[in-house]
């Protein structure tokens, strides 16, 4: 298993752009979630989704997207990149709601 | 809003010594699950352990351990043996209907 993926690695946007950040898992698992990390914090929650064709909002989702037609896939969507959204952005997955989630390597972003 | 609090943003212990990472948590709810997740340079988040809040039990997994008080809402993690290849962020994390991360302790082993 390759557990859960994510693509890019790394990208630099400019402010306007747009772009779509990558996440397959390959687990099965009903539940995937998108966090970012800013420098020196912890993970917030951007959106989750409880299956395919379900997705909510998490703590920060202003400036975000998401969509889940398939189990495996999970992508976010940045619509007007700003320098706000430099970070590095974490995809999850977990089998059940409340249980462990599984990581990602990350993408970091930067907005210039 | 449930909150997680790590109150040492960084720590040091000497190799072979025993550190602990504290943590504590608000939440109004009486089931969730807590855990404590690594985070090496490599950026990939990895769990340490877990606690589900109904056990009174401790749980331990090898050379880490956790001091689970749910009255005080505080879950602190023990390192036993501290190894170089420990250090790393540590974050915290509460889960009820969604995971919230404490801000992380970076852990500095010692040779």
């Known amino acids: 298993n390759a557990g859960v993926t994510q693509t890019p690695k790394f990208r630099i946007l400019k402010i306007g752009q747009s772009m779509t950040l990558q996440c397959t898992q390959d687990?099965?698992?009903?539940?995937m979630y998108w966090y970012r990390q800013d420098p020196g914090m912890g993970l917030k929650l951007i959106y989750y989704s409880v299956g395919a064709g379900i997705t909510d909002k998490g703590e920060v989702p202003n400036g975000y997207n998401v969509s889940r037609s398939t189990t495996e896939d999970f992508p976010l969507r940045l619509e007007l990149a700003a320098p706000s959204q430099t970070s590095v952005y974490f995809c999850?997955?977990?089998?059940?709601?409340?249980?462990?989630?599984?990581f990602g390597p990350g993408t970091r972003l930067t907005v210039l | 809003a449930q909150t997680v609090t790590q109150s040492q943003p960084e720590m040091s212990v000497q190799e072979a010594e025993t550190v602990t990472l504290s943590c504590t948590y608000d939440?109004?709810?009486?089931?969730?699950?807590l855990f404590w997740y690594k985070q090496p340079p490599s950026r990939q988040m990895i769990l340490v352990i877990r606690q589900e809040a109904y056990k009174q039990q401790n749980a331990t997994e090898n050379r880490f351990s956790v001091n689970f008080q749910k009255a005080a809402k505080s879950f602190s993690l023990k390192i036993s043996d501290s190894q170089l290849g420990d250090t790393a962020m540590y974050f915290c994390?509460?889960?009820?209907?969604?995971?919230?991360f404490g801000a992380g302790t970076r852990l500095t082993v010692k040779p």
């Open positions: 994390a509460f889960n009820n209907n969604d995971m919230r």
């Open positions: 999850a997955s977990s089998p059940l709601f409340k249980n462990e989630q599984f």
């Open positions: 939440t109004s709810e009486n089931n969730y699950y």
């Open positions: 687990m099965n698992h009903n539940y």
